[in-house]
């Protein structure tokens, strides 16, 4: 789910999301299809009073691919130009309730089915896409394409620990080679101003040619396994419009929340020293992210991993519920560095952009 800080009293008042012929609509979005063939034909940002498509542009086209490469079957890939897009589409439902509106339907390309599932939560500022094919071609690729409203010169996508550009409009040799690129939970089209992130969560294959961001979906190789990827499989993406670039979107942190989402548990009360105190260690800067929390190899401090997400020096302030006795920088084997301030709770560490900073923590003892 997508928080706001500080803000929850407007989302309890946010409307209802709603389902109709053929949209569906909640308080950031309007989402319209052709049930026909299942493309999204408008998609209107109401915050920004902005269509995020660009004229006449579609998304969540399903294309094929005639794929053959001349060697090693499954590890490159060899278009050639031959291109179909899956428009048979059949079934198509809808549903609404107070927390999310859902338009549904199936689409048939040569042996495979693909049946999809747009879904506008009530507190989503994306629209989510939920897939389930059963893939059966030989030499193909399926992907997914967007064409955005606007056209920026490279598209950002996410690596780990960090992003990197890519040219839309490739004008060197090296840049041409360079038709299937990896990025990992999404990427985006942005200017200054405006743009659309795609995010997903297992599909690691893209490319972009001026406006128009695809993703990869499914390949059928058939060396050195004539099955693979065969069959039947469940996924999602998501469209995201978004006011600025994708830092000042929170692109990054809505891709880590997409791909790991907070899950509840019903449990009954029980006693216990924690209170109301929910949060084990926290980070308050904005692009700067705590990856990962973890003891220490050769003892019991606490291993902390910083990032810096947007590529600018940034002061970050954690906070960690155990009493803190010391903290230390330290490098990825865990050697102590430099000593950084801290209080009982809280350490300040800065960072360089795009650092990833390790931060050892020797804590007092738990009372019981």
Not at 21 to 31: D, G, H, K
Not at 145 to 159: F, H, Q, W
């Amino acid at each position: 789910m997508f928080a706001r800080r500080g803000a929850p009293a407007l989302m309890s008042r946010l409307p209802a999301p709603r389902v109709g012929p053929a949209w569906i609509e909640n308080a950031y979005l309007r989402v319209e299809v052709d049930t026909a063939t299942g493309v999204i034909t408008r998609l209107y940002d109401k915050r920004s009073r902005r269509e995020a498509l660009a004229p006449g542009g579609h998304a969540n086209v399903l294309q094929i691919l005639y794929d053959l490469p001349q060697e090693y079957d499954a590890w490159n890939t060899g278009f050639n130009g031959q291109q179909w897009e899956v428009t048979q589409t059949s079934d198509v439902t809808r549903r609404a309730d107070r927390a999310e509106a859902r338009l549904g339907f199936t689409r048939r390309w040569g042996l495979s089915t693909f049946t999809q599932t747009l879904v506008l939560g009530r507190e989503s500022p994306y629209v989510d896409v939920i897939n389930d094919v059963d893939w059966h071609e030989t030499h193909k690729m399926l992907k997914v394409a967007l064409t955005a409203g606007v056209s920026p010169d490279s598209a950002t996508y996410e690596i780990p620990y960090g992003t990197i550009g890519r040219s839309c409009n490739p004008r060197t040799k090296a840049e041409r080679a360079k038709y299937e690129v990896p990025g990992q939970r999404w990427a985006d089209l942005s200017d200054s101003t405006y743009g659309v992130s795609i995010l997903n969560d297992g599909k690691y294959g893209w490319d972009c040619h001026g406006n128009v961001l695809r993703l990869s979906l499914l390949r059928a190789p058939m060396s050195p396994d004539s099955l693979a990827d065969r069959g039947h499989s469940h996924f999602r993406f998501a469209i995201y419009p978004h006011a600025g670039d994708w830092r000042k979107a929170g692109t990054e942190r809505l891709g880590a929340e997409y791909n790991t989402p907070l899950l509840a548990q019903p449990a009954a009360a029980h006693a216990g020293p924690l209170g109301r105190a929910v949060s084990f260690a926290s980070v308050n800067a904005p692009g700067v992210e705590l990856t990962w929390v973890k003891r220490a190899e050769d003892s019991n401090a606490l291993v902390l991993r910083l990032v810096e997400w947007n590529g600018r020096p940034a002061e970050a302030t954690v906070t960690l519920r155990p009493t803190i006795r010391t903290a230390h920088r330290s490098n990825f084997l865990e050697d102590p560095g430099a000593p950084l301030p801290a209080t009982a709770h809280t350490i300040r560490v800065a960072l360089r952009p795009y650092e990833i900073a390790t931060v050892v923590v020797e804590t007092a003892p738990e009372r019981r």
